[in-house]
């Protein structure tokens, strides 16, 4: 139980073009969403918190301009990258937490964005 | 702000040695902490989890220590496998509410056979 899935897994796009990631929690209800985002060798660091039907809260730095989050559904969130740059290139991991369950967070795969 | 510092970037042991891996953090006690394992171009998964009023948690060759006053914790893994080389991340809560997590930059484990 608690997969959460990630789609895509890697993605190429060209500078200044926008890219939307999805999460899904595939066999659990999430309320709660985080995206993350990791450089080489760094560790995770928060971009935002998503709770299902309002609007995402963005960690200090994170434009929520070009990132923008969207948690429509107690299964999905998207997170749009946009007009993506060579410096949005990472690893974006999202992870959920099931409602009524306070600690335990279950992350996805993760997603490769390289922009050209 | 809370900062976690995981003091090993790297740590290369033999098969069937116990690894000890230590996570310090800087500020405030969490309400917990854990305990997550990342392969390459994965994300992490969940190990352990230990509550600020607990001392000690195990699960199979796993071992998790959590000490309030050196604002530290370590983690054991016992007998050793290569499989088990990987990295390993030491995450808190962000705030005090118990909801985001902040991660240590990980220790990468190698288990040599």
């Known amino acids: 139980g608690a997969v959460v899935s990630q789609h895509p897994s890697w993605v190429i796009c060209k500078s200044g073009t926008s890219v939307k990631i999805e999460c899904r929690s595939l066999d659990f209800q999430a309320t709660t969403m985080f995206w993350y985002r990791q450089f080489p060798k760094q560790s995770l660091m928060l971009m935002a918190t998503?709770?299902?039907?309002?609007?995402?809260?963005?960690e200090q730095g994170v434009e929520k301009d070009k990132f923008l989050i969207n948690h429509a559904s107690l299964t999905l969130s998207t997170l749009t990258v946009t007009s993506a740059h060579p410096e949005d290139s990472s690893f974006y991991i999202c992870?959920?937490?099931?409602?009524?369950?306070?600690?335990?967070?279950?992350f996805g795969p993760g997603t490769r964005l390289t922009v050209t | 702000s809370q900062k976690i510092e995981q003091n090993s970037e790297a740590l290369n042991i033999q098969e069937g040695k116990t690894a000890t891996l230590t996570c310090n953090y800087t500020n405030y006690s969490p309400a917990y902490l854990q305990w997550y394992r990342q392969d390459p171009g994965r994300g992490p998964v969940f190990l352990l989890l230990?509550?600020?009023?607990?001392k000690e948690k195990r699960k199979e060759r796993l071992k998790v220590t959590f000490d309030t006053t050196l604002k530290q914790s370590l983690f054991h893994i016992t007998a050793s496998q290569p499989a088990d080389s990987a990295t390993y991340l030491c995450a808190l809560d962000a705030n005090q509410a118990g909801t985001a997590l902040i991660f240590g930059k990980g220790t990468t484990l190698s288990v040599s056979s």
């Open positions: 230990i509550r600020e009023n607990e």
């Open positions: 992870s959920a937490r099931e409602a009524g369950i306070l600690y335990e967070q279950y």
């Open positions: 998503s709770n299902e039907g309002s609007k995402a809260t963005y």
